[in-house]
């Protein structure tokens, strides 16, 4: 578990992006939106970490991805179908979530971040993040230098 400095510093980010995000939707949607959970897998390989969201109907400009204090978080929105607003439309039967998202997974393995790549694609995110081998615990030899 997260110190809650840390815990307070992710949740501020996290917000920051939702506000990001809020700028590019209209005054009118951001009041209607709800809460989406979309479900993930996390797969540790040889050489990487994989992560898949599945966001079926989420463009890429409605996700974002950050890596912050060892946790790795893909926040966005799902919006609902054009011309559905709640003043406008008769909803007879309403099955599929939309709104607000933000799943977070920590990475407690030495990994590569300035690597890491995100692709969303067939309705999919998946997150790659190459591993780097872990060095804690090994024993270096640091030469000692001798000053002039």
């Known amino acids: 578990m997260l110190p809650f400095p ?5 949740a501020e980010e996290v917000r920051r992006l939702f506000d990001d995000l809020d700028r590019t ?6 009041s209607a939106a709800g809460v989406y ?11 990487a970490i994989e992560i898949y969201v599945d966001l079926a109907g989420v463009a890429a400009e409605d996700v974002r991805v ?5 946790t790795l978080v893909i926040c966005g929105c799902k919006r609902p179908p ?5 003043s406008a439309t008769a909803f007879h039967l309403l099955e599929r979530s939309y709104g607000r998202f ?3 997974v920590r990475i407690t393995t030495a990994i590569d971040v300035a690597r890491t790549r995100a692709t969303l694609r067939a309705g999919e995110i998946r997150v790659l993040i190459p591993k780097i081998e872990e060095r804690r615990g090994h024993e270096f030899a640091i030469p000692v230098e001798k000053e002039n």
């Not at 959970?37 to 050489?47: A, F, I, M, S």
């Not at 950050?66 to 060892?70: D, E, I, Q, S």
């Open 25 to 30: 939707r209209p005054v009118a949607w951001r």
């Open 37 to 47: 959970t979309p479900v993930l897998d996390v797969v540790e390989r040889r050489d």
């Open 6 to 10: 840390e815990v307070s510093e992710l």
């Open 102 to 104: 933000a799943r977070a």
């Open 82 to 86: 054009e011309g559905s607003t709640p």
């Open 66 to 70: 950050l890596f912050k204090a060892g």
